[in-house]
């Protein structure tokens, strides 16, 4: 049944994006139109071009950006008590022999830090925990973000590495079995706000509560004419909405 369930979540994720959704959309219409199905077909033509229009002037993207993000705080909280901050990977970069941590990252890191420096200031114990392995050569996103965390000025003593999660259910998984071999009574998990819902369900699937902290926000522009920009962040932020509705049917069936 997963690996059913596994393949259409696979699809869904593919038809997020609006160019492979339109192609789709319109090799419907040529088959409708080659059966003599005119009618039909030019009112499939109309929604292809109505639901293109509400992703590129970015209207579909100001609905999905307020699901996903709006119930956290954009401010950091104050951490007074022992804890571990959950940094997890979004990915490296590889150009002319040279890897670094995505662009997207170094949000992140900065508000591990900024929570790091909190926990000193309030002189409590505090580890970093960076996740994610994210390829199968080179650096792992783990060992990248504790080399930048190292040269921020966070001693390598407070730096834990996983380095074998491939996705975000790895990293839920792999983390939070060390986590709970931890005395912090706290987690803050940090990410990308986009992606801080359906890691925290995530990471509770596993037996782990935690204290959301998204390092960045992703919106979309309301715009006259449709744009590339709207496309792109529209069609991220569906996958994920498909990624969180995976989660809640796998958790409810019991199959994570």
Same mark, same amino acid.
């Given at each position: 049944m997963k690996i059913v369930l596994n393949s259409l979540f696979a699809v869904l994720k593919i038809l997020t994006d609006p160019f492979i959704l339109f192609i789709a959309m319109a090799a419907i219409i040529?088959?409708?139109?080659?059966k003599d199905k005119y009618k039909t077909a030019w009112v499939g033509v109309a929604i292809a071009i109505s639901s293109m229009l509400i992703i590129m002037t970015g209207i579909l993207g100001k609905l999905t950006a307020r699901y996903l993000q709006e119930e956290y705080p954009t401010q950091l909280p104050s951490v007074s008590s022992p804890s571990v901050i959950v940094i997890l990977g979004g990915g490296t970069v590889r150009l002319n022999q040279i890897q670094q941590s995505h662009i997207i990252s170094y949000s992140r890191l900065i508000t591990v830090f900024k929570l790091y420096k909190s926990a000193k200031q309030n002189k409590q114990p505090c580890k970093i925990l960076a996740s994610g392995n994210g390829n199968n050569n080179g650096v792992s996103e783990a060992a990248l973000y504790a080399r930048t965390l190292t040269e921020m000025g966070i001693p390598e003593t407070d730096i834990i590495k996983e380095e074998k999660s491939m996705n975000t259910f790895e990293n839920a998984k792999y983390t939070s079995a060390i986590i709970k071999k931890l005395p912090a009574p706290k987690v803050y998990l940090v990410t990308s706000g986009f992606h801080v819902k359906r890691s925290a369900i995530l990471f509770k699937t596993f037996g782990v509560n935690t204290i @959301?902290? @998204?390092?960045?926000?992703?919106n979309t522009h309301l715009t006259p004419v449709p744009n590339s920009y709207n496309c792109t962040m529209t069609s991220l932020m569906l996958s994920e909405i498909v990624g969180i509705w995976q989660v809640q049917l796998y958790n409810s069936l019991r199959l994570n």
């Open positions: 040529i088959v409708l139109r080659r @959301p902290c @998204p390092s960045d926000l992703m």
